[in-house]
């Protein structure tokens, strides 16, 4: 028994190690920080460029843009501001605008083959649902003929209506039009109270086993449902950094008290999917206190998990103080994860491919 001990600590995944990286060009219309992209046919990357509303497509080896849809606000082919999208083929992505409650589909040249709404009611109606505006590592999932979309209960979250909900998925159905409203947060929403930083979610599809895998960033648990958000599994992630999620003892209602007491606390963020591997990445950032500059910094953690989710690593990526990746910005091949390494120059993107290794 010793041995086998021994055996995995040895083999315990704790340092990063750099295998090559390489540079994209960005011009004056692009942010140097951009969501994660969609990998597109081994040899393109699709960004959400929220900054100039375009989907912005950069090839891997041209290592610059190379077609750049714009997305319009007004006329025939107007969607307005958009804040989700899937890129299917170059002949059909979809588009969300959130705050219109509408979904598009959409050729590579902008041009509109179909409209989508995504209300069943009034907006506002407490049985309605609101497309994230901040999808985190969430974009729309086609499965069949119907594309899930990530949301959010049109409703107060200082209410416990708001937790109870099925209203994290908006299922849209291309033939008929019709939208059905499914998952809710998870249970430890509903027996404890949490800041509204908390109130966010991942979500992988996993397309072997037609499953989703739900994250909540207050939970340290996953929740694995069916592509029809029936729940088959909670699982407890255990990782050196993985902790209990402090809770309040009630709501706090005052915004600026929320987001102070917010602020302080840890959270997890994105969890991953390595397709390539079949492993399971999921980040917790921890709140430490400087005593020096009586301030609060954050260490970021990458608890690295098999397929089974046991834990089989952990690597430091982060600390405010010195900030190295942009976790929002990452993406796989057959080598493996590539990460945004930041740097000073806001005309290029830098990715590197990184292994996780053991000391």
Not at 61 to 73: A, H, N, Q, V
Not at 80 to 103: E, M, P, R, W
Not at 115 to 127: A, E, G, M
Not at 273 to 279: G, P, T, V
Request: with cysteine; hydrophobic share 35%; charged share 25%.
């Amino acid at each position: 028994m010793a041995c086998k001990q021994e055996s995995e600590m040895s083999s315990f995944k704790n340092r990063i190690k750099i295998l090559k990286s390489f540079t994209l060009s960005l011009d004056s219309l692009t942010p140097n920080q951009l969501p994660t992209p969609q990998f597109i046919q081994n040899k393109s990357l699709a960004f959400l460029n929220s900054k100039n509303n375009s989907i912005d497509i950069y090839g891997i080896e041209e290592k610059k843009i190379i077609k750049r849809i714009k997305l319009l606000s007004s006329g025939e082919n107007a969607v307005g501001k958009i804040q989700q999208f899937l890129y299917h083929n170059t002949d059909s992505i979809f588009v969300v605008n959130s705050y219109q409650y509408k979904a598009f589909l959409i050729d590579e040249n902008g041009k509109i083959k179909e409209k989508y709404s995504l209300i069943k009611q009034n907006k506002h109606s407490p049985t309605t649902a609101m497309p994230e505006v901040f999808p985190f590592h969430c974009p729309p999932v086609l499965i069949g003929k119907r594309l899930h979309i990530a949301s959010a209960p049109d409703d107060n979250p200082y209410f416990d209506s708001f937790y109870q909900r099925e209203a994290l998925s908006i299922v849209l159905n291309l033939e008929n039009k019709e939208i059905q409203y499914k998952m809710r947060f998870s249970d430890l929403y509903q027996q404890k109270y949490f800041t509204n930083n908390l109130n966010f979610y991942s979500r992988i599809y996993l397309k072997n086993d037609n499953k989703f895998v739900y994250g909540f960033f207050a939970d340290q648990n996953l929740q694995i449902t069916n592509a029809e958000y029936n729940l088959l599994k909670n699982i407890k992630l255990n990782s050196p950094h993985f902790i209990d999620i402090p809770s309040l003892k009630k709501r706090v209602e005052s915004s600026q008290e929320n987001t102070k007491i917010g602020n302080t606390n840890p959270t997890y963020f994105n969890i991953y999917h390595n397709h390539h591997k079949n492993e399971f990445y999921r980040i917790i950032s921890i709140p430490i206190s400087n005593k020096t500059n009586k301030k609060t910094y954050f260490k970021g953690f990458l608890g690295i998990f098999d397929k089974d989710f046991e834990n089989i690593g952990e690597v430091l990526l982060y600390e405010t103080d010195k900030t190295n990746y942009n976790l929002m910005n990452l993406f796989f091949t057959p080598e493996g994860m590539w990460i945004q390494r930041s740097t000073d120059n806001e005309d290029e993107l830098v990715y590197d491919l990184v292994e996780f290794v053991a000391e």
